[in-house]
């Protein structure tokens, strides 16, 4: 399968400062990457979908000020937590998915961010 | 209405024995996919199993199958022979609408296996 790397897997950051999570396929092509989020014991929340040369497609309620995704190139999202507090810690994953319908998506091994 | 349904927060099984996790979904489509995903504690999420809509048998990988009953909008995962390994959080995900581009998960059901 695809195989999909996040980086860093973990940070530790001061309250107001901003955290970029980079997301890379490494050996395909990702014109559309997910983004989720996880609090403890909780499910997986889609943040945004970020797609290759535009802008990204926010859920409701997701602040895309405060959440920036850009997907500059096919092998590179990235995330970042602007203004970041203590309320922003979680864990982020993102994925990538083949267009047919029985391709399951391909996770990032997730980023666990802590904010003091 | 939610989109993925999964009743059971936690579960303990005897190692060995098999478990049944269950899911039901809500879509109008006709077309959508069905996966189990496995996260350890580790935090990754492992790919299980696929359903497809259209499949009329249910699907096998392993010690892993899904009971696929299209009508009632069930799609709960099986695991036979149960391991210390599976214990888990296991997470039911649907993929549906144009394009099939979105997805959505269950809240997840934590599996305890039993030596």
């Known amino acids: 399968g695809a195989v999909v790397s996040q980086h860093p897997s973990w940070v530790i950051c001061k309250s107001g400062t901003s955290v970029k999570i980079e997301c890379r396929s490494l050996?395909?092509?990702?014109?559309?990457m997910f983004w989720y989020r996880q609090f403890p014991k909780q499910s997986l929340m889609l943040m945004a979908t970020?797609?290759?040369?535009?802008?990204?497609?926010?859920e409701q309620g997701v602040e895309k000020d405060k959440f920036l995704i850009n997907h500059a190139s096919l092998t590179l999202s990235t995330l970042t937590v602007t203004s970041a507090h203590p309320e922003d810690s979680s864990f982020y994953i993102c994925?990538?998915?083949?267009?047919?319908?029985?391709?399951?998506?391909?996770f990032g091994p997730g980023t666990r961010l802590t904010v003091l | 209405a939610q989109k993925i349904t999964q009743t059971q927060p936690g579960m303990f099984v005897q190692e060995k024995e098999a478990v049944t996790l269950d899911c039901t979904y809500d879509t109008s489509d006709q077309s959508y996919g069905l996966f189990w995903y496995k996260q350890p504690s580790s935090g990754e999420m492992i790919f299980l199993i696929y359903?497809?809509?259209?499949?009329?048998q249910n699907a096998t990988e392993g010690r892993y199958s899904l009971n696929f009953q299209k009508a009632r909008k069930s799609a709960n995962l099986v695991i036979s022979a149960s391991q210390l390994g599976d214990s888990a959080m296991y997470f039911c995900a649907m993929r549906e609408g144009r394009n099939f581009n979105k997805f959505y998960f269950g809240s997840g059901t934590k599996l305890n296996v039993k030596p």
């Open positions: 970020s797609n290759e040369g535009s802008k990204a497609t926010y």
């Open positions: 994925s990538y998915a083949g267009a047919a319908s029985r391709s399951e998506q391909f």
């Open positions: 050996d395909f092509q990702a014109t559309t």
């Open positions: 359903q497809g809509s259209y499949d009329e």
